[in-house]
């Protein structure tokens, strides 16, 4: 990618507690562009120290949460793109390229990666992992129903969009709810939405954050209520 093309772009990563790989995940941004931006989520193992040492720009919040990280990243981030992807070392850095590049031609405003069509080693092997598929698919199916789309997927925290839409959509999520909701609402809006192949790995370190048996209701309830709201209307 041109110089002049990674000028055009952000990576944004919100992290909590991925002491263990943001370093890693920083160094192989930066060599995508050199705008990357941590929002650390808070973290009490060092990751912010830890994302600063590798050279990325570190914001704290005060309250954790994954859609308000992407939130306050919308308001601080002044490129014309935001990239966002995951602090665990799933996802492959090196598409980002294939992300940027059908906004760079003018040819979508937001791109989503993969997993369905790019393959996954992260989403197979345990009850838990199979409840998340399918808990997915459940929910793309009905949002390509509503919308008349062909998307693989709705929940992959790896996708690029303009900062213009991203500020536009008026997202409320504070979860990682946040992913279903930017899709929804960029296809309520007209907006244009592409999706590209990309695996995803096992995370470096650890497990994940997120358990389901605590969140799913969040997931059906924001759901339902951006499915179901009329197209083009927005939500601030």
Request: with cysteine; hydrophobic share 45%.
């Amino acid at each position: 990618m041109p110089p002049s093309s990674q000028d055009r772009f952000t990576v944004v990563i919100p992290a909590r507690n991925e002491a263990l790989s943001i370093g890693a995940i920083v160094a192989a941004c930066l060599r995508q562009t050199p705008h990357v931006l941590v929002i650390d989520g808070p973290s009490v193992d060092g990751t912010a120290m830890a994302a600063a040492k590798a050279g990325a720009r570190v914001v704290s919040q005060h309250l954790p949460g994954k859609g308000l990280a992407i939130r306050e990243a919308a308001l601080l981030v002044t490129t014309e793109i935001v990239v966002f992807i995951d602090a665990d070392g799933s996802h492959v850095v090196e598409d980002i390229p294939a992300l940027v590049a059908p906004i760079l031609a003018g040819e979508a405003d937001h791109v989503q990666a993969s997993r369905l069509i790019g393959g996954s080693s992260e989403l197979h092997g345990s009850f838990n992992e199979f409840f998340r598929l399918a808990g997915s698919a459940f929910i793309t199916a009905c949002i390509n129903w509503r919308f008349g789309t062909c998307l693989s997927e709705s929940q992959n925290g790896f996708r690029a969009i303009r900062l213009e839409l991203l500020r536009h959509l008026g997202l409320r999520e504070r979860g990682t709810t946040i992913e279903q909701e930017m899709v929804i609402k960029t296809l309520r809006l007209g907006a244009r939405l592409l999706e590209v192949p990309s695996h995803e790995h096992k995370r470096l370190h650890g497990s994940s954050h997120i358990r389901l048996r605590r969140v799913w209701f969040r997931y059906l309830y924001s759901f339902l209520k951006n499915l179901l709201a009329p197209r083009g209307v927005g939500s601030r």
